[in-house]
């Protein structure tokens, strides 16, 4: 079967740095997003990767290896706004989004 | 309009009754899709429409229907409620279908 796995929850202080991982088994593979989605609202696009490494962007980053079914998404610098769920998602080999389900940022002061 | 619509908002149903969900895009995205959330789950497909005139099923299509009479709207139809449908209904739009999904507000629907 497929199955994309992330923390549930994850806790962080204003300022600083956290990693939210993602593993997943799917049936092929043509790519990984990450989407934010901050409480009551829809998710919105945060990254894509389809190669091994990472790509950087602003206080994100999002990290890919494609050999280990891995990835992690990097949020440095946290503010209070970056309290939102992180989805990962991974587009199988017919072009479906397989998502994870979510891991919920709590942000402390 | 810019972007993606969904009405209504939210909607209390009374089980067996019938109810359509609109979507509308104005980005002349190919590609249409359906999804349900539930607390605890993520994101499950219910129907996509990767062009106009195309139809396919998702992960839980059982219960729903769909129609894509042209580019712009997706309307999901729930033929008799029930209370297992109880969901965040989100409508998602991407340009060619291998790219990234945009998404509608979402509609909170209750059937009791």
């Known amino acids: 079967g497929q199955n994309i796995d992330q923390p549930t929850e994850m806790t962080a202080t204003e300022g600083a740095i956290v990693q939210i991982n993602c593993t997943y088994q799917t049936s092929g593979f043509n790519g990984l997003f990450w989407y934010q989605q901050h409480a009551g609202e829809a998710p919105t696009f945060l990254s894509y990767?389809?190669l091994d490494g990472l790509e950087e962007k602003g206080r994100f980053s999002s990290f890919l290896s494609r050999s280990k079914g891995y990835s992690y998404l990097l949020l440095k610098e946290l503010q209070m706004k970056d309290s939102a769920s992180y989805l990962c998602a991974v587009m199988d080999s017919n072009y479906q989004l397989i998502w994870g389900a979510g891991t919920k940022l709590i942000i402390k002061p | 309009i810019a972007g993606i619509t969904q009405a209504p908002t939210s909607q209390i149903l009374a089980a067996g009754r019938r109810m359509t969900l609109r979507c509308t895009q104005d980005m002349r995205h190919n590609a249409m899709y359906w999804y349900r959330q539930d607390l605890g789950l993520g994101l499950r497909l219910i129907h996509y429409?990767?062009?106009?005139?195309?139809?396919g099923k998702g992960e839980v299509p059982d219960g729903y229907s769909v129609s894509r009479a042209n580019t712009d709207d997706f309307p999901l139809t729930l033929a008799s409620a029930v209370p297992s449908q109880t969901s965040v209904y989100f409508c998602?739009?991407?340009?060619?279908?291998?790219?990234?999904?945009?998404f509608g507000p979402g509609t909170r629907l209750t059937v009791l």
């Open positions: 429409s990767n062009t106009a005139g195309t139809t």
């Open positions: 998602a739009s991407s340009v060619s279908g291998r790219d990234e999904q945009f």
């Open positions: 990767n389809v």
